[in-house]
């Protein structure tokens, strides 16, 4: 007697229709399938991807004939399930199908076992904490970052208040002994958040679904400096109206996966880190602008010194801003005060090392407070 199972067919659709597209998501109860017309070939393998579950009948197929999942990237034969060169360890559920009366039909007896094969982590997901092995020392100099998120032309540079405070804040934390790195926004190619996070809650993943897709993708520098290397960010922005720079919010928005890993594990990817701020315009509206940038690394889990910001502008009648970056060139009191913000955050960067202030697990934090099951039953 055969032990074959016995085949369990299903009808798919009609295969003319099938054919007019490469890929088709089908779900037969709840098993979910990529329904794929490459080359005068159909294929079907399983639609959840063995990354997180993603929903492969909604990505693509490429030309070498591999369905591409549109979370992340990860590619399987659309006929085979075999995972792409390098990874052929790795295999989805694959059908039999067969074409009857210009029907297209699979065999859901016929799955062929799922094999996941273990993908190497992201270097950003080995995040070495301060004293731990393979991070710095406990006692090696503290690390300040300074990010600059205001915008110009690198042929034609202009003179940008806010990062030459940046500049001043950086040359006093290493007259203090600090490590310094300054990142300029500007220099790195990246790509905007793309909003993986509303396709599903597992889509948006750490470090980012684009930083793991595309290796020309520079963002991670900013990741790798605010959650690997710096004890102390400085941001420093200027206001464009009476809001921080449209680069500081391209940049904020791909931090989203920092803290969505709170929001979905219970994670906090960044501890006992310092966060401050660098604010300065011909107009208005600090307040609004740091206010903004306190929730926001907030939420990532920073802390602040007290009185986390150096704030400047001249005020809405303002409008002769060649003066006002004379005025800062020559203000002693703003470089003054830049410096003692500096103070003020490696003082406290010092505290919280080996502190209990900052948790590395907490319950969601801010108005994230709801677990993530209780928010999706509400729904
Ligand atoms: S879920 Fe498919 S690549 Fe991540």
Known sequence: ?????????HDLGDATELAQAPLHERKIGRTRLAVSYVDGDFGVVSGVCNHVGGPLGQG??????????????????????VGEPGFEEDRLPAYTTKVEDGRLWVDLASA?????????????????????????????PRRVLGISTTQMDPANPRTSTSEMLLEVAL???AARGAETQMIRVRELSFRHCEGYYSKSAQACTWPCSITQMDASDQMDRVYEGVVAWADVILVATPIRWGAAS??????????????????????????????????????DNIQAVVGQMLTFFGELGCAFPQFPFVGHSRGWSAEDM?????????????????????????????????????AAEIARGGRKAHALTERRSEE
């Open 246 to 283: 449209s680069l500081y919010f391209k940049m904020a928005e791909r931090m989203n996966c920092i803290q969505n890993q709170i929001t979905l594990a219970d994670k906090v990817l960044m501890q006992n880190k310092v966060a401050a701020f660098i604010v300065t315009g011909g107009q």
């Open 60 to 81: 693509r197929v490429d030309a070498r004939g591999y369905v591409t999942c549109p979370w992340h990237g990860w590619k399987f034969h659309h006929v085979t399930g």
């Open 322 to 358: 060649e003066n006002n970056v004379g005025y800062v060139a020559r203000s002693e009191s703003l470089r003054e005060g830049t410096r003692g913000l500096v103070d003020r955050a490696l003082s406290l960067s010092n505290a919280l090392q080996g502190s209990e202030a900052c």
């Open 112 to 140: 062929t076992a799922r094999r996941k094969k273990p993908h190497a982590p992201h270097p950003l997901v080995q995040i070495r904490r301060r004293g731990e092995p393979g991070g710095p020392a406990k006692d090696a």
């Open 171 to 173: 040359a006093h934390a």
């Open 1 to 9: 007697m055969s032990d074959d199972p016995i085949p369990d067919w």
